[in-house]
């Protein structure tokens, strides 16, 4: 039999498993052995010796057993340290110190290292284990690395340094731990990243630094409750000083004037507000003078983008405001009108420091004393050149004084030839000048002088000094320094003087010239910016400047977590009002709204006009969507009182829709179309009121805008058609007319009533069209009716104001009855009351026309308007319709009865008939006739009928001949 081996693999659990059997296996042999003994007669004894050698046995077990359950866990602990530094991130070795004979560390041996020490290190851990680092690393022997990490390994010190390697350019903390019996273990942590960055920032320290102790600027930062942190002061300057006691304070309570603390505040809280830079400006009273200052004030972030305080930059801009206001005084009188030209002066015209250093160069070259002058004689510039003989004598006398006043006059008397040259009063001495003039006007002096002649001797000088009262000698002395010319010489000198002066009045006129294009320029640029980013009837922004707000306000509400609200606005009824009273008074009704819509809204708000009657407010930086009520509140408060317009005053009401950032959209384009359809609802909902976007209404829009659209093409594929409703004769119980209803015979949605589409045939303009197609449409039918044999029936047709008021109506009208050989007083033309907001002599002048081409007029809808009875007797209404809305209640409430019934009486005392509109029963019927009414139509006698069925209504109401005697024949068509 072949044998079978059988290997056993051994495992810890194995050995845990049988020392477990034996710690409860021996306690129960125990009992059995004592259970035993007791059955049997052995002796005493040997009784006792056995449970003493079995407890032994035991005892050993269990000894056994710690022991192994010790060196489980600790092997388990080095097994798991083991994992750590190989897994560890920075790298780990440990190493063995090597002693001298003096018991010296000089070298020590690898024993492990982790994975991650060779990628810190570079050094193959295989190529090191076992080997002595100085034959890893020559030259390590002549640095610290042995001696320190000895200290280390025969102390038990720890020590922690940083070190830089040259070999791999990189920065490392180590780390260097005791194990005992001379061993130790190293830890490397790379720290290059964070080093560099330490470096960084403090290079980054000393380059601020540095800038700042080279700016002339004061920097201070507060936090966001104003409470000083920190500051800046430069080293020097006018710059009032900012102690140290001020960190820690607030604003209010450091020692400022208050003019200063209010202004800066003001900006402080715009910035926390609006988390945007403020520049603001302010004037101090300083040792040095009244000294202009410039803040600019940022804000700074934490990581959260929260704002955690405010840096402020104060410049001393006192120089710049010095030289802007010369250079506004420059530009007013570069542009001053020619006409104007004597109020311009030198100084405006040049800029003096270039001059006086002309007038310098030029004394300097030609060796003569220079100055330029009022035209009265008062300096301009300050002397060059000037002799001490001129300044320090003859100036110093009265006399003097008074000589060189009238001789400066003399000498800049203006001249188209050359200068004026001669001797002075006071001295004899040579002296010229030349007039500088702006055009035509005179606005100084260029002298020169102090030059005397060589003929002209020490006698006649003191002749000269004493006419002025001046001490001879003294004069003597200094006349002696002053230069000698021939009239020759020094008339060269003033020749070349009048071309200068000739060459500076010719700038002068080119600068004011050059200055007036300038301006010119600007202003028209100026326009165009403005046209281009402002509405020219309202002054309002327009669409550009609207959307490059939006974009701005969008972002920071991105930054600051706020929200962004986009309102449309349509004003109700501004199309009959721009209509019936003229364009002239539409254009001031926008503009009184612009006004009040501008003073409604906040300042960091805005107001557009984006064309006709549409009106946007964008209002920005809200925390939350009910702020956005009630400032839409405030807006449509514009509206609560009427607006006085060419003498009339017009209540005007305003439907806005409004869209909120980022709710309702991210972009301009979605939140203006959101918007737009809300607006859309709340005229719907019927008007004069605020309607926020929800995604209901975005569908609501959409199908009106569809609706629109196939209402266009309705009008273009015929789909409209008429119905007519009888008229009827209350005392003789007869048809006596009709009324032309429009409908529309819908693809997919069949027959449409007009208050389907008549609404929005008014919002889009199709208005018109549809009317002339109703007007169109109903002469065709009138003259096929006539054709055909039946009575001529008056038709009366639905009139719209904008219609009836178009330049071309009354004559489009006459052609259309003349094309159809209709008689006009078949056809009568409906009106509603509004007609009557148009200027009377408008509609006196359309009503007259339609009364001479002989239609008649009935006044449609009357007592839900403009009713005036002078309107009614003014402007020839033949018939009056009571409105279907008094029909509904006459049997039931009184006063609608007695509005009925007085209706009634007044129109027909005015000549009159009256048709009341609406009547669907009986009782009604039996009200009319007992108040004497003429004529009524309604569901109680005929609703709205096709053209098709009226044949059988004409003949059961005997309103045919020809047809009559031929029932068989067909109606034919109406022509196209």
Known sequence: MRKRTVQVTAFPGNRCFRRTLLHIVAPLSLCLLFLVVLQTTLPLWVTVALCLGLLIQMLAGWHGMEEYRRGERLRADTQRNQLHIENAISAIAVQEIVLDTDGQAVDFIFLSANPAFETHTGLKVADILGRRVTEVLPGIEKTHYIESFGKVALTGEVLIFEEYSDLLGRHFRIHAYPLGEKCFATMFSDITESHNAKEALQENQSLIQSL???????????????????????????????????????????????????????????????????????????????????????????????????????????????????????????????????????????????????????????????????????????????????????????????????????????????????????????????????????????????????????????????????????????????????????????????SMSRHLSVSAYQNMLQARFISEQNKAQKKIAYLAHYDQLTGLANRSLLKERFDYAVRHAMRSGSQVALCLLDLDGFKAINDLQGHHVGDQLLCEVAKRLQTSIRSTDMAARIGGDEFVILFTDMQKTSVATTLVQKAMSCFTSAYDLQEHTHTITASMGVAIFPEDGHDFPTLFKHADAAMYFAKESGRNGVQFFRQEIGQRVQNRLTMETELRQALQEDQLELHYQPIWQLTEKCIVGLEALVRWRHPQKGLLPPDRFIPI????????????????????????????????????????????????????LARLLKEYALPPEQLELEVTETIFLQKDTTVEKVMNHLKNIGVGLVLDDFGTGYSSLSYLNRFHIDKLKIDRSFMAHICQKEQDAILTATIIRMAQSLGMQVVAEGVETAGQELFLMEQGCDLAQGYFYYKPQPIESLRDIFVQNKLCSRALEDPEQPMPQPSA
């Open 761 to 812: 045939a008014e919002e889009s303009n199709l208005i018109q069209a549809l009317g002339q197609w109703v007007l169109n449409a109903a002469c065709r039918d009138m003259r096929s009716w006539r054709n055909q044999g039946f009575e001529s029936l008056p038709v009366s047709v639905n009139i719209s104001a904008r219609q009836l008021f178009h330049d071309d109506f009354t004559s489009s």
């Open 212 to 498: 700042l102790r080279s700016m002339q600027d004061l920097v201070f930062v507060l936090d966001t409750d104003l409470v000083f942190q920190t500051y800046h002061q430069p080293a020097c300057g006018k710059l009032f000083v900012l102690p140290e006691q001020f960190i820690g304070k607030h604003l209010d309570e450091v020692n400022l004037p208050e003019e200063v603390v209010q202004a800066t505040k003001t900006a402080l809280e715009h910035t926390l507000t609006t988390g945007t830079v403020t520049h603001t400006e302010y004037w101090l009273d300083l040792p040095d003078g009244r000294t202009c200052f410039d803040m600019c004030i940022s804000p700074y972030r934490a990581q959260n983008r929260q704002i955690k305080g405010l840096t402020c930059v104060a410049r001393d801009i006192t120089e710049r405001k010095q030289a802007e206001e010369t250079l506004e005084k420059r530009i007013q009188a570069l542009t001053r009108p020619l006409h104007d030209a004597a109020e311009t002066t030198f100084e405006e015209l040049f800029n003096l420091k270039d001059i006086q250093q002309l007038q310098a160069d030029f004394a300097q070259a030609t060796g003569v004393a220079a100055i330029i002058t009022q035209p009265d004689g008062t300096a301009i510039t300050a002397p060059s050149n000037f002799g001490r003989l001129c300044k320090d004598i003859i100036c110093k006398t009265a006399k003097g004084q008074a000589n060189c006043r009238h001789s400066r006059a003399l000498l800049g008397q203006p001249s188209n030839q050359a200068p004026t040259i001669r001797t002075c009063f006071s001295a004899g001495l040579w002296e010229a000048g030349a007039a500088i003039l702006a055009g035509e006007h005179h606005i100084a002096n260029w002298l020169v002088g102090q030059v005397r002649d060589k003929t002209q001797s020490e006698e006649q000088m003191r002749a000269y000094a004493r006419k002025i009262g001046a001490d001879e000698t003294v004069t003597i002395e200094a006349f002696r320094e002053v230069p000698a010319m021939t009239r020759q010489q020094f008339a060269k000198v003033a020749q070349a003087l009048y």
